[in-house]
């Protein structure tokens, strides 16, 4: 089986070994998102040895499966534009947007309703 193609750069999307395992899910995240799950993940891990409570180390790898899945879905760059919306936004930068009622229209368009 080989893996589909990323949007955007042809080159073919990683695939998660199993959605599930802390390796699997690094190497589909990207940039700081990756640092961030990477320190997250081994806090997390140190204090579970301490506590023998896997709890947030689940709710880590939880979290972050989501943000993989996300990125595969939608290709590395697309997910690198979205983030960096996201922080010109967060700087109060002003953000080309498209209102939700014209988002709607366009879906309901494409589905023939």
Same mark, same amino acid.
Do not use: C, W
């Given at each position: 089986?080989?893996?589909?193609?990323?949007?955007?750069? $042809?080159?073919?999307?990683?695939?998660?070994?199993?959605?599930?395992?802390?390796?699997?899910?690094?190497?589909?995240?990207?940039?700081?998102?990756?640092?961030?799950?990477?320190?997250?993940?081994?806090?997390?891990?140190?204090?579970?040895?301490?506590?023998?409570?896997?709890?947030?180390?689940?709710?880590?790898?939880?979290?972050?499966?989501?943000?993989?899945?996300?990125?595969?879905?939608?290709?590395?760059?697309?997910?690198?534009?979205?983030?960096?919306?996201?922080?010109?936004?967060?700087?109060?930068?002003?953000?080309?947007?498209?209102? $939700?009622?014209?988002?709607?229209?366009?879906?309901?368009?494409?589905?023939?309703?």
């Amino acid at each position: 089986m080989t893996s589909p193609v990323m949007p955007g750069i $042809g080159m073919p999307a990683p695939t998660l070994l199993s959605s599930g395992t802390a390796r699997s899910i690094r190497d589909a995240l990207v940039d700081g998102e990756r640092a961030e799950f990477e320190h997250r993940f081994a806090e997390e891990m140190a204090s579970a040895a301490r506590t023998l409570d896997l709890t947030g180390v689940l709710q880590v790898l939880g979290t972050y499966r989501k943000i993989a899945e996300i990125t595969q879905r939608q290709g590395i760059d697309a997910h690198r534009r979205m983030l960096d919306q996201a922080a010109r936004l967060e700087r109060g930068e002003d953000v080309p947007t498209v209102a $939700g009622h014209v988002h709607k229209a366009a879906i309901n368009a494409r589905l023939g309703t």
